[in-house]
């Protein structure tokens, strides 16, 4: 007998039977809430449903925008990339004569799904990455994709690139407007457990070191904080639904005379006393343009000095204490690193 190619065996087992029936009804449900007008990027990124994300998102876009409805496509492996790819959402709004959607295979986070026409979607995508693949999908909803839809997704992509190229007239005209996301209702967190008296809840800066910044900035100086409490975390609670982003890489300056065994120690249980407080976020480290991921590997004398910067990014859903995180990797890569090493080693700091 032929083999047809078809992998069955996942429905072989109850659990792999149900897993693929909710995944069949949600494919179902995608496909009929975009209809023919309404954007697919827009819908996922609405829904922030984990099981229609990554690989899972790719065969959506294959099976919805392909197969049924035949969008043109264009991709490129980029071969430079823009700063910041939000800004051009404002270009995109003016493609009124096409739907797009963009799906950018991001190193880390994997496939990320985005209407280029919402800043805030294209924002999700993070810094892009030379080399990396971006594919673009371009068409006219339930009516059928023309040639002017395939110059589209070329341009679009081409803009990505940093280029500068004006797209056709007929591009601009039409009835494919940004419209308002509703905004994901996300479950309220449990409350956690009494942690006793209020002066050991958390570490906090000690005073007449400045103002407690609103947001995270380029190379923040080391601040001093009390000695952090030592204590089992709380276990963590269920991480809640939303499409997933990543925060632009913060740098970290290190002012200690070089970033020694003590600095990495210090590093390694801030973040994972931040992980244990945000389970459901992840927490990328970069040094000299390549990802870390091992803090121990930026232990080596003489190649991370005084004055060298380290980047730290943040991805996931619901994203918080950004700031807080900076100013702490901030004081562990300084000479004040020590605040961090006290108390029994299996346990977790309590600095969120």
Excluded at 68 to 89: C, D, I, Q, R
Excluded at 184 to 210: L, M, S, T, W, Y
């Amino acid at each position: 007998m032929a083999n047809d190619g078809t992998n069955l065996e996942i429905l072989s087992t109850r659990s792999g039977f149900n897993s693929a029936v909710r995944q069949i009804k949600k494919t179902i449900g995608v496909v009929d809430a975009i209809g023919s007008t309404k954007n697919l990027g827009d819908t996922l990124f609405e829904m922030g449903d984990e099981d229609l994300s990554g690989e899972k998102a790719a065969l959506l876009l294959s099976m919805v925008l392909v197969d049924k409805m035949g969008y043109k496509t264009f991709s490129s492996n980029l071969e430079s990339v823009v700063a910041e790819p939000a800004v051009l959402a404002r270009e995109f709004e003016k493609w009124k004569g096409v739907d797009l959607i963009v799906a950018y295979h991001h190193p880390e986070m994997g496939l990320l799904v985005a209407n280029p026409k919402n800043g805030e979607e294209l924002a999700g995508l993070g810094q892009l990455r030379k080399r990396e693949l971006l594919v673009v999908y371009a068409g006219k909803g339930g009516a059928p994709a023309d040639e002017a839809c395939l110059e589209a997704a070329k341009i679009a992509a081409s803009l990505f690139e940093g280029a500068k190229i004006k797209p056709p007239p007929a591009v601009l005209r039409g009835n494919f407007v940004v419209r308002k996301l509703k905004k994901i209702k996300e479950e309220a967190p449990e409350k956690p457990p009494a942690r006793g008296p209020k002066a050991a809840r958390k570490a906090a800066p000690v005073r007449g070191r400045g103002r407690r910044p609103s947001a995270p900035s380029a190379a923040p100086e080391a601040q001093r904080v009390a000695a952090p409490v030592v204590t089992t975390m709380a276990p963590p609670v269920t991480a809640p639904k939303g499409p997933v982003k990543m925060t632009p890489r913060y740098a970290v300056v290190v002012q200690n005379e070089l970033f020694h065994n003590g600095n990495v120690e210090a590093w390694k249980r801030i973040v994972a006393s931040y992980k244990a407080k945000y389970p459901q976020l992840e927490v990328f480290i970069y040094y000299d343009g390549e990802r870390i991921l091992d803090i121990n590997s930026l232990f080596k004398w003489g190649k991370v000095k005084h004055g060298s910067a380290i980047e730290f990014a943040v991805a996931g859903n619901d994203i918080k204490d950004v700031a807080k995180l900076q100013r702490y990797l901030a004081q562990g890569a300084s000479h004040m690193f020590e605040a961090f090493l006290h108390g029994p080693v299996n346990n977790v700091l309590r600095l969120f």
